[in-house]
């Protein structure tokens, strides 16, 4: 008995959103979730209000981390885990925007 390898199962076993390791990827995506909202709850000292800030002064964006379902983007099989929380009427990436930091449109690289 020999081996052929079949490049075409082998890409779709790769890049299947609803196979095996795309639920995965999703599982471990929501173990990063539970972390993440972790530790944007932590206590921290010093910042705006120090010292110390309040515990789980971050709510609304702990409350919005979430992942999202398993998808090909560019070939690549991919779980994002995203945050679109606002506070006090104004969404996080904006008021981050507006004190100097940038980030990268994911959408825009698929």
Do not use: C, K
Not at 62 to 88: C, K, Y
């Amino acid at each position: 008995m020999s081996f052929v390898f079949n490049p075409a199962g082998l890409l779709a076993l790769t890049t299947n959103p609803a196979g095996g390791i795309a639920r995965e990827l999703e599982q471990q995506g929501d173990r990063i979730v539970v972390a993440a909202r972790g530790y944007v709850g932590t206590q921290w000292p010093g910042g705006p209000s120090a010292p110390p800030q309040p515990f789980r002064r971050s709510g609304d964006l702990q409350a919005s981390i979430r992942r999202t379902e398993a998808r090909v983007v560019s070939g690549v099989l991919q779980v994002q885990l995203v945050a679109d929380a606002a506070h006090g009427g104004y969404l996080y990436p904006d008021l981050l925007r507006q004190n100097g930091f940038q980030f990268v449109d994911l959408d825009a690289l698929g």
